[in-house]
């Protein structure tokens, strides 16, 4: 079986400030991680994984994820939040022979002007 | 590069009335996926297609829910009859399962259906 958790429902942040997005994760075997952004009312849209090589990926918009094999964590990240950022963030995860995406419940970033 | 289209964009109905949306995925992408979105929720996996056969749907509920992709393209998902709980944005996703070994599986998702059931 495999899960993820987000324990935030919502982050604030001000604008021009770093951001943080936690995910955590249980898979069997190597994990494949994901992040996807959800603005309202739109499908989800990609913005980074990682499958394997270096532990810091960098994706859409600014944004980063640090994966953390002894942590089982895949926090996002971002240097600088901008307004516009705003949006629903899912992390999702899959094992290496899995195709099945799993999503985390969602977290809610707000980030105030 | 056209993106995963679906229709209707909003939809109420009564319980125990039948529904049915469309997707229309990426050209090319050989696999769809339909997922239910409840609201507070992360998106639920309800069926995986792989050009027009059955890839996983254990967590489909067979006794009202059916869906199909008979030519491998376009897939119809139909609730029947709808219950109360059935209310969710229903998304529907594509992704190209070989570019970058199968590893790779990025899925394009579109707009989804938002339904309501009273």
């Known amino acids: 079986a495999q899960s993820v958790a987000q324990p935030e429902d919502q982050v604030n942040v001000a604008e021009g400030n770093p951001l943080t997005v936690k995910c955590t994760y249980s898979?069997?075997?190597?994990?494949?991680l994901f992040w996807y952004v959800q603005y309202p009312n739109r499908g989800l849209q990609f913005l980074l994984k990682?499958?394997?090589?270096?532990?810091l990926v960098k994706g859409s918009y600014g944004f980063e994820a640090e994966f953390n094999k002894s942590q089982t964590s895949f926090h996002l990240k971002k240097p600088s939040a901008l307004v516009s950022d705003s949006a629903l963030y899912f992390c999702?995860?899959?094992?290496?022979?899995?195709?099945?995406?799993?999503f985390g419940k969602g977290t809610m970033l707000l980030v105030s002007p | 590069e056209a993106g995963v289209a679906q229709s209707p964009r909003y939809k109420i109905i009564e319980k125990r009335q039948s529904v049915a949306f469309w997707c229309n995925p990426i050209?090319?992408?050989?696999?769809l996926y339909w997922y239910q979105q409840i609201l507070g929720q992360g998106p639920k996996l309800l069926i995986q297609?792989?050009?027009?056969?059955?890839?996983?749907d254990s967590q489909l509920p067979k006794d009202r829910f059916s869906a199909e992709r008979l030519k491998g393209v376009d897939s119809t998902l139909k609730i029947q009859p709808a219950k109360l709980e059935d209310s969710a944005v229903y998304l529907c996703?594509?992704?190209?399962?070989?570019?970058?070994?199968?590893?790779?599986?990025?899925?394009?998702f579109g707009p989804g259906t938002r339904l309501t059931v009273l």
């Open positions: 996703a594509s992704s190209h399962p070989r570019r970058e070994g199968y590893s790779y599986n990025e899925q394009f």
């Open positions: 990682y499958i394997t090589g270096d532990n």
């Open positions: 999702a995860v899959r094992s290496s022979g899995y195709s099945t995406l799993t």
């Open positions: 050209s090319g992408h050989a696999t």
């Open positions: 898979v069997s075997g190597n994990p494949y």
């Open positions: 297609f792989q050009n027009n056969g059955v890839v996983d």
